[in-house]
């Protein structure tokens, strides 16, 4: 058994190209934990349980900012069947603040919330009723301080500071200390170009705050260990990361936080920072006993970070004959009151904030404010689904005020192979954006008015209003709108993005199995499926073990920015490549002699056998092996990316692209202002589908999502207070089957060389232009001009 | 207060319920039944639908002590629950939901989502512990992993037992029939057509068994 490390860059060529085997790439093999799903056994983090635990609750601020005068727990302590109350007296280690990037969030309030539902107590007891009670029974006394709200109240002169004495790595770039950090994209020369621009448009957009409103909340079990270490079971995107961030401030050494992933209920961006993780572990220790943490649906909202609102400033300009001029675009990002992701997004936002379009005359700023509204962080496509409202809706414009079709002039505009990016990077795979607009475009419209041409089988559920029955057709109008989109994949700007993993090939029952480990999160997106697929193609082995995800192996980066197929994929195809390597050196030692063509011929394993190119079988996999095991773990990176120049924001700061494009149609009941989309079509390149039947999955449900903040997501803060105002599933709505149209989706394959198996992320674009596309279609149904989203009644019918 | 109910068949005694708890608290915590799952207790996301005599309804929402003396059935009893419909003979009849036969959608039609691409029937084994390999399924149950309509899985339990229901009272539903009857179920993941795929197939397998 040989157990190393070895690091090998993305795209290394091999000199083997394992042929087809059963269950392999491209098939749409089903879930490995399909059954267990169907069945109600899949164990969520959730549904974890352990003899004498107890339940952990935590106490959250009530104000949005404020000083904390006093904290008195002694009630809430002499309560029968509670065993623990901490507040920030109570923290072990000399760390007491976490974050993925910048430690600036406190694991409880220090004198100081920044936020409405900053965490500032905790309780263990043995009962939630009992533990929610206790906490109620703390009394803090807070002293309102001022709020920071928006851009102006931020950056005034006199401004709080939201955090003092800031010491991270972009506070020398950054004109305020209320701005996370600040990046500009100067290209070409703007003022020139703008001499040749015929017609210009301008554009002042806004995006509301979009939860992630994953199904299964925030939870896990801590259990104390003998050595004084933790065990934790939780659900989450990145267990390294976590664990980076749990062992300082509980005073452990990594080794002694034993992590493994539970079932994860979807994640969306939302369970890339930590949550209840550090505050179990705390309890448990002070316990000693385990300790089981899980929110309530009112909880989560307060629990996890969410979409940055934006405001979004543009100006385009183009010739007559339909050519871009120039861009100019200002991008405000609403951190909230912790950095989270910000400093990522706004790196997003600026670098793809020109869509998909050859731009040679760029001027762009982007920044992250720090405030006292809900912190802001991952969500699926960050940074570039705001831009890519604002871009589109832009693009609109200036079709309409050229007298263009808009689809044709996107087309005239649109990027391909070989385009050089504002940051001046040149796009080095297959760019169709005008191919995946030719395609939603071609495909037949649904019929219109099917509620007259249908007869007695018109459905009125299928009308605005839908159940409700508040229309059969009277006031209602369509229309049809198109959006293309742009998102970068994997992890950017210099960060050392790698995966690990780990793979055992042995003989069990005569049969040749391989186990695949890593510490992916399989949050729902079906990574553990491609996994199974890839050990199947590489090793030519039918079965295929994957192991639970753990801190027991390297780690695997997030599941975050449509990263992990390729990543972790990536890093399964690479170990899986140096099993197949060792197999067959053993091969060669052990039956070299006896046939010429373990020297000199092409191996690949198939069907549990090593054969020839041309299909002669050497020998079984199983008798090669006998008894001994093949056991590597090795990391895996793609190409290396350079951090962006903070003048000029220059620099090869992503690794692949990523295209989607939308068609929506809608109908709008003008006089209620109610919308229903009656189709969402899409095409999108995925490079290589691994897993087809996933990968319509992921593109349907990421293109609902976008729907969703067209038409209703949005987290309400009371400007006056800073207070979030809708913490429930009856006033934060997403959409429900009857919101969701039929979704049609084409799919292209068009390979990206330099990336495992040709693959490109494809997780995140669908949720990009499905928003731009509805909001053109709602536009082109009422003729109103829409520059927020999400657009709700009250302002399609002009009584907001 | 002590809860005597029947879960999927079982008499089942809990002790010590504290009379707020719900009955997705006593499933859950006492009985260790997980499978109802809690998205958001407050009776919108129809995560912990069960069939509370016959019919579904949010656990969340029930009182544990509303359920003295009656009989629940889980995700976890689904397919025994199927099985024994079938055996009885009262599933997959026309009920007077209305509907019926009329714009249902063959076994084939049912299947177009195959055209997205290649479909093994080909299940892989994983998971360390525990598979489930050679669990007997029901029909709708199967459907939903053959669909595709699982993917985090956290509203599948629920969607399950409100699908089943529309089938019994429904066998071949419209498509605004099943968007009806499942829109109280929320999902995050899918965007919902793969779910309704299931739907489509699991009554289209139920009118060719006939």
């Known amino acids: 058994m040989a157990q190393n490390t070895r690091t090998v860059p993305a795209g290394t060529p091999t000199n083997v190209t394992q042929k087809h085997n059963k269950g392999g790439i491209g098939e749409s093999i089903l879930r490995p934990d399909g059954t267990l799903k169907v069945t109600g056994e899949f164990a969520y983090s959730s549904d974890m349980w352990h003899e004498d635990m107890l339940w952990g609750q935590t106490l959250r601020s009530t104000v949005a900012h404020a000083e904390i005068v006093s904290i008195d727990i002694s009630e809430a302590l002499a309560m029968p069947g509670v065993y623990s109350v901490l507040t920030y007296d109570d923290l072990p280690a000399e760390m007491k603040n976490y974050g993925l990037e910048i430690q600036d969030t406190p694991v409880l309030a220090h004198g100081r919330v920044r936020h409405h539902g900053e965490p500032v107590a905790l309780v263990a007891a043995d009962h939630p009723e009992t533990a929610r009670r206790a906490a109620a029974k703390i009394k803090i006394d807070y002293r309102e301080l001022p709020l920071v709200t928006d851009e102006a109240s931020a950056l005034a002169p006199d401004a709080p500071l939201i955090h003092e004495g800031r010491d991270d790595h972009h506070i020398g770039h950054v004109p305020h200390p209320n701005i996370v950090h600040r990046q500009p994209i100067i290209r070409g020369n703007v003022e020139e170009a703008r001499k040749r621009a015929d017609v210009i448009v301008e554009g002042e957009y806004t995006f509301g705050m979009q939860d992630q409103a994953f199904l299964g909340p925030e939870s896990g079990l801590a259990v104390p260990s003998e050595d004084g270490g933790v065990e934790l079971y939780v659900a989450t995107q990145w267990l390294h990361s976590d664990l980076q961030q749990i062992a300082p401030v509980l005073g452990l050494p990594p080794e002694k936080v034993r992590m493994t992933l539970s079932g994860v209920g979807g994640a969306f961006g939302g369970r890339e920072d930590i949550s209840m993780q550090i505050h179990a572990c705390l309890l448990a220790l002070a316990t000693n006993k385990p300790v089981k943490i899980v929110y309530n649906r009112f909880e989560s909202f307060f629990g996890h970070v969410h979409r940055h609102p934006a405001k979004l400033y543009y100006e385009h300009g183009a010739t007559k004959d339909g050519k871009l001029t120039h861009m100019k675009c200002k991008i405000v990002l609403d951190g909230g009151a912790y950095a989270s992701a910000s400093p990522a997004v706004v790196g997003n936002a600026s670098s793809l904030s020109v869509g998909p379009y050859v731009l040679e005359d760029v001027d762009i700023e982007a920044i992250a404010l720090y405030t006292n509204n809900p912190p802001c962080g991952a969500m699926r496509g960050f940074g570039a689904v705001q831009a890519c409202f604002a871009y589109e809706a832009q693009m609109d414009k200036l079709a309409a005020k050229l007298g263009m079709d808009p689809v044709e002039f996107r087309q005239l505009n649109a990027m391909e192979m070989g385009t050089v990016m504002p940051t001046g990077q040149v796009v080095d795979a297959p760019a169709p954006v005008a191919e995946l607009l030719r395609r939603v475009k071609a495909r037949p419209l649904p019929p219109e008015r099917q509620w007259e041409s249908a007869g007695e089988n018109a459905d009125v559920r299928a009308l605005p209003g839908g159940l409700s029955n508040t229309t059969h057709g009277e006031g209602v109008v369509r229309g049809v709108g198109y959006a293309v989109g742009i998102k970068n994949v994997g992890f950017s700007e210099g960060f050392d993005d790698y995966s690990t993993a780990r793979v055992r090939l042995e003989v069990i029952n005569g049969e040749p199995v391989a186990m695949v480990h890593t510490a992916m999160a399989e949050v729902g997106q079906g990574g553990i499926t491609v996994h199974t697929q890839i050990a199947r193609t590489e090793l030519g082995v039918t079965q295929v073990t994957i192991h639970p995800a753990d801190t027991q192996v390297g780690s695997a980066g997030s599941t975050s920015a449509s990263r992990q197929t390729y990543m972790t994929g990536g890093a399964v195809k690479n170990t899986c490549e140096a099993v197949r390597e060792a197999l067959l050196e053993i091969g060669r030692r052990k039956n070299g002699s006896y046939h010429p063509a373990w020297a000199t011929a092409e191996l690949l394993l198939e069907g549990g056998k090593v054969v020839t190119d041309g299909g002669e079988v050497l020998a079984d996999i199983a008798d090669i092996l006998e008894n001994e095991a093949i056991d590597l773990e090795l990391e895996f990176r793609h190409a290396a990316t350079e951090p962006f120049d903070l003048v000029t924001g220059q620099g090869n700061g992503h690794v692949q692209y990523t295209f989607a494009a939308h068609r929506a149609v809608v109908e709008v009941d003008t006089e209620l202002g109610l919308v229903k989309v009656v189709e969402l079509a899409t095409a999108q390149d995925v490079g290589k589908a691994l897993n087809m039947l996933s990968v319509v999955g992921q593109i349907q449900g990421g293109t609902t999502q976008g729907l969703g903040v067209a038409i209703m997501e949005e987290i309400i803060v009371d400007p006056k207070t800073a207070k979030v105002r809708n913490p429930s599933f009856t006033d934060y709505l997403i959409p429900t089957i009857l919101d969701t149209p039929t979704i049609p989706v084409d799919v292209l394959e068009l390979a990206d060389p330099k990336a495992p198996y040709g693959l490109r992320g494809m997780g995140e674009a669908p949720t990009l232009s499905s928003t731009p596309a509805v909001i053109a279609a709602i536009r082109q149904a009422t003729g109103l001009e829409i520059n927020k989203t999400p657009i709700r009644p009250e302002a399609l019918t002009g009584t907001l | ?210």
Request: glycine letters at 14%; hydrophobic letters at 35%; a negative charge.
């Open chain 2, 1 to 210: 207060m002590r809860v005597n109910f029947t879960v999927n068949g079982r008499q089942q005694e809990a002790d010590d319920v504290w009379e707020g708890e719900s009955l997705l608290y006593v499933l859950r915590e006492r009985l260790g039944l997980p499978g109802s799952k809690n998205a958001c207790e407050q009776g919108e996301c129809g995560s912990c639908t069960v069939r509370l005599d016959g019919v579904p309804v949010c656990s969340c929402l029930v009182a544990a002590g509303q359920v003295e003396g009656r009989d629940v059935v889980t995700v976890e009893g689904l397919a025994e629950f199927s099985k024994q419909r079938e055996e009885h003979g009262h599933g997959g009849a026309c009920g007077t939901g209305g509907g019926c036969g009329s714009k249902g959608v063959s076994l084939d039609a049912a299947k177009q989502w195959q055209a997205h691409g290649p479909n093994s029937e080909l299940r892989s084994r994983a998971g360390d512990s525990q598979t489930g390999e050679g669990v007997e399924l029901s029909n709708i149950q199967q459907a939903f992993i053959d669909a595709g309509a699982v993917q985090c899985g956290f509203c599948t339990p629920g969607l399950l037992i409100q699908a089943d229901a529309l089938l019994e009272e429904n066998s071949s539903p419209s498509d605004q029939d099943i968007r009806e009857a499942l829109s109280g179920n929320l999902c995050r993941c899918t965007g919902y057509e793969k779910i309704l795929d299931a739907v489509r197939l699991a009554a289209a397998r139920q009118s060719e068994a006939v």
